[in-house]
């Protein structure tokens, strides 16, 4: 018998049980529909990990002071020298002072201030939309200037020009000379675009701040990034006799271990929608025994008029691959839609589709319906003629 006669006659089975043949594939279409939703959720969110890595900078390291004790007392100078070490392109030392009321004209809103010199922006990868960034001169005279985020500038000025404008932070008066592009939040979880920048003397004068808690430290290539993290871990160790109170924050380490993360949590997800897929192989099995249940005596007829076991077999693993296959192509097709749908229903998660999963998905929902219709379709071959033909 043709493989196109057998299909006919699934065909012709399936549609003869509509309803029962739709719960039979229930299991396999939420499981392909879940995995293809969960994996392009999964690679959006390493693709926006990898975006964030990209906006943080690869060669980039960051040292954080932490505690109360003597791993606090750097200053600017101290942590400057370190530029003219041999690996080492820029290093950007930073004052932070989260939820600082500023003012412009009568409106009031509180934003991060961050106490910087001028290589902060090109290590943090921003761009400036409109006047400029810091300058040495705004430190060595402790200028009262500030640049402003995109998100700063739009709460107090909307559509009009900010340049030159006066804002009051903290208490004093700064001139804004600079607004920055809108970029959104690195991989640290802080965002220039809600950030307002001013020198860091100035910031260490008029918010009495003494030390500094961070830096920034850019080595000269990927290559450097090893050997700068070393010395400065030499340095911090040698400076506070302890190798606590400290640490070093390398990006390109974090990026991973964030992939790493979002990878593993991504595959046990899809583990978990890979059972639904087996959960329905079983219904397809069990669908099936009903099936030749029902069916012996026309198994017996056609044994009887010269119908070979392995026409017998065939048909049956073909109704039960027929089943399966149609579940994974609605599977599919829904899969694909909820990924497509998903970041209207929750904006901040990307989505990103891969065809080459979306296959793999349907053809082991096809293999599903081989690997669970094959003892089925074996028990119906093996039936007598004469066994099938008195069974009522």
């Known amino acids: 018998m043709r493989i196109w006669e057998l299909f006919q006659m699934a065909m012709a089975t399936v549609r003869s049980n509509p309803l029962r043949t739709i719960l039979t594939m229930l299991g396999v279409i939420i499981g392909v529909s879940s995995v293809i939703t969960l994996v392009s959720i999964g690679q959006g969110t390493s693709k926006s990990i990898e975006k964030q890595y990209e906006g943080l900078g690869a060669n980039l390291l960051t040292v954080n002071l932490m505690g109360n004790g003597r791993a606090t007392q750097l200053n600017y100078d101290e942590v400057m020298q370190l530029e003219s070490t041999p690996g080492i392109s820029a290093i950007a030392p930073t004052m932070t002072r989260g939820s600082t009321s500023i003012k412009y004209d009568r409106t009031t809103e509180t934003y991060s201030v961050i106490g910087t010199n001028d290589r902060y922006l ?3 990868k921003g761009k400036i939309a409109s006047g400029r960034f810091l300058a040495q001169a705004d430190l060595d005279y402790r200028n009262h200037v500030v640049v402003i985020g995109s998100d700063v ?20 008066v700064y001139t804004i000379i600079g607004v920055l592009q809108t970029k959104g939040s690195n991989t640290a ?27 920034y430290v850019e080595a000269a290539s990927g290559n450097d990034v090893s050997r700068v993290q070393t010395i400065l871990q030499m340095y911090l160790t040698n400076k506070f006799k302890s190798t606590s109170g400290w640490n070093i924050f390398n990006s390109s380490e974090l990026i991973s271990a964030r992939q790493t993360a979002s990878s593993t949590l991504t595959n046990q997800l899809v583990a978990v929608a890979a059972i639904s897929l087996l959960v329905g192989g079983i219904g397809i099995m069990n669908i099936m025994l009903v099936t030749v249940s029902e069916r012996t005596r026309e198994i017996g007829i056609r044994k009887s008029i010269g119908a070979k076991r392995r026409n017998i077999l065939l048909q049956f693993l073909v109704e039960a691959t027929l089943i399966s ?31 080459s999963v979306g296959l793999y998905a349907f053809l082991f929902s096809a293999l599903v319906g081989v690997i669970f219709g094959l003892y089925p379709a074996n028990k119906a071959s093996k039936l007598k003629p004469i066994d099938a033909l008195r069974f009522d």
């Open 122 to 124: 090109d290590l943090q």
């Open 325 to 355: 296959g149609m579940g994974g192509l609605i599977g599919l097709i829904l899969g694909v839609a909820l990924s497509l749908a998903w970041p209207y229903i929750n904006p901040s998660q990307e989505t990103s589709l891969s065809l």
């Open 153 to 172: 500038a739009n709460s107090f000025f909307g559509t009009e020009d900010p340049i030159d404008e006066e804002i009051n932070v903290n208490g004093f």
């Open 189 to 215: 979880g802080t965002s220039l675009d809600s950030a307002v920048i001013v020198p860091l003397p100035t910031m260490s004068r008029d918010f009495k701040l003494g030390s500094i808690r961070s830096a």
